[in-house]
């Protein structure tokens, strides 16, 4: 079973960075394609990020696009979304997710395993 541990979020000024974390206990992530998603109250998730394990190619939606970057870190049992130029609109909690499939998706019923959420809040 993999567990997800999302870390990072936080309260941060229109403006500001924010660096999310998405970490694998007792696993590696490289065999896992890996999303972000992220959920506002009253509105449904959607899927911001996702990175293959194929070729590592990614995905970004619209809306964030430009501002945030994913990433596999070193250590091989992390993913990070770096997220600038955040907006109030960027509020949410943002979840990571995990599947085999060499391809990701940001479509939510891909992934297998999720994490717990983190918050992050974007207001001045």
């Known amino acids: 079973q993999v567990q997800l541990v999302e870390s990072g979020g936080g309260l941060v000024q229109p403006g500001g960075s924010l660096r999310l974390s998405c970490t694998a206990s007792?696993?590696?992530?490289?065999?896992?394609?890996i999303g972000w998603f992220r959920q506002a109250p009253g509105k449904e998730r959607e899927g911001i990020s996702c990175?293959?394990?194929?070729?590592?190619?990614?995905y970004y939606r619209d809306s964030v696009k430009g501002r945030f970057t994913i990433s596999r870190g070193n250590a091989k049992n992390t993913v990070y979304l770096q997220m600038n130029s955040l907006q109030p609109e960027d509020t949410a909690v943002y979840y990571c997710?995990?599947?085999?499939?060499?391809?990701?998706?940001?479509?939510?019923?891909?992934?297998?395993?999720w994490g717990q959420g983190t918050q992050v809040t974007v207001s001045s």
């Open positions: 997710a995990a599947d085999l499939h060499p391809h990701c998706s940001a479509i939510g019923p891909h992934y297998d395993y």
């Open positions: 007792e696993f590696t992530l490289e065999s896992y394609s």
């Open positions: 990175i293959s394990s194929s070729d590592g190619s990614s």
